[in-house]
């Protein structure tokens, strides 16, 4: 637990492209910088090549990010904090682990059970974090990620999602070149119907288990998503209490948990036409629709898609606004957050030689976003 803790108040977290000495990624880490965008324009992973970019809009980056690629196959993961960055850098620093421990333990074979449970235990270190810093820290109960998982693994795609981060797949149609979106995560936003009615089925004694404020639906008033890492504060009452801020304690006794971390996952045979996978947090989504963001990486270069994917959104942000895109890049972080939220990319293109392999023969590859202050 020591360990964990000296990670989390580290004011130095591992930077996108470093690498472990076995991995035979080259380690050259982000290819550039405009502002607060940074990119990486392509680079290979074990199933073909990739392309990531990240732009920050909160003070400290919330978003996590990476991929890692070896013999259990290829591992993607987005995620999406709120509150504050503690609960993404945890997550983005355990349940890779966690998943690589209990597929060895399963001979390395990856199975829906396998992903659920490392969700399961990294929720359950995030608690026992949050529990050893009561006293000291007790606002880390408010903070929480939503978490997006990809896991290529002999042939399928196994896809496990906690809040509204979303991954998208680009598939090819006839034979006259179209492209089809297909949106492959199940989402857990209040603001969609389906989940205020299963919130309400969960919870029928509670009139206001979904609340509308300020034209948004919440939980209880106030977060957005019913799935999540972290967020204690909405799962076990003895943290819903002083010394937590009073913004975030409910009036009424918390009978059950409000929030839980029991992902949604499926699985998807991966087949010749499927062309490429895109993994956004939901800053990206809020601005662009599956079928655009698919046209977007369909109709240009594979070089440079994910940067091409945020810029993009940040072009319809300004649109929003009424403001020029030349503008809004000049709005520095913290206030940028007005605009738009931290977005993150992850495009991987499929190359179906490689696929049918079923496992990785490389060197590991293992890549981080960076820590931004």
Known sequence: MLGALMNLLSVCWKPFGTRNPNSSESGFGWEGRDGLLRFRDIGRYGSGEFSMAVVQANQVLEDQSQIESGPFGTFVGVYDGHGGPEASRYVCDNLFRHFQAISAESQGVVTTETIERAFLQTEEGFNALVSELWST???????????????????????????????????????????????????????????????????????????????????????????SIGDVYMKHAQYNREPLNGKF????????????????????????????????SDGLWEHLSNEKAVDIVHSHPRAGSAKRLVKAALQEAARKREMRYSDLRKID?????????????????????????????????????????
Request: proline share 5%; net charge positive; hydrophobic share 45%.
């Open 333 to 373: 972080k913290k206030v940028r957050r007005h605009f738009h939220d931290d977005i993150t990319v992850i495009v991987l293109f499929l190359n179906h030689d490689l696929v049918s392999r079923g496992s990785i023969q490389d060197a590991p590859l293992s890549i981080r976003s960076a820590l931004e202050h």
């Open 137 to 227: 820290r007790p606002n880390l109960a408010a903070v929480g990620s939503c978490c997006l998982v990809g896991v290529i693994f002999q042939q399928t795609l196994f896809v496990a999602n906690l809040g509204d981060s979303r991954v998208v797949l680009g598939k090819k149609v006839g034979s006259t070149g179209g492209i089809a979106a297909i949106q492959l995560s199940k989402e857990h936003n209040a603001n969609m119907a389906e989940v205020r009615q299963e919130l309400k089925e969960l919870h029928p004694n509670d009139p206001q288990i979904v609340v509308l404020k300020h034209g948004v639906w919440r939980v209880k008033g106030i977060i957005q998503v019913s799935k």
């Open 249 to 280: 304690r409910l009036s009424e006794p918390m009978n059950m948990p409000i929030l839980t971390a029991n992902p949604s996952i499926i699985s998807h045979p991966l087949q010749q036409n499927d062309s490429f996978l895109i993994f956004a």
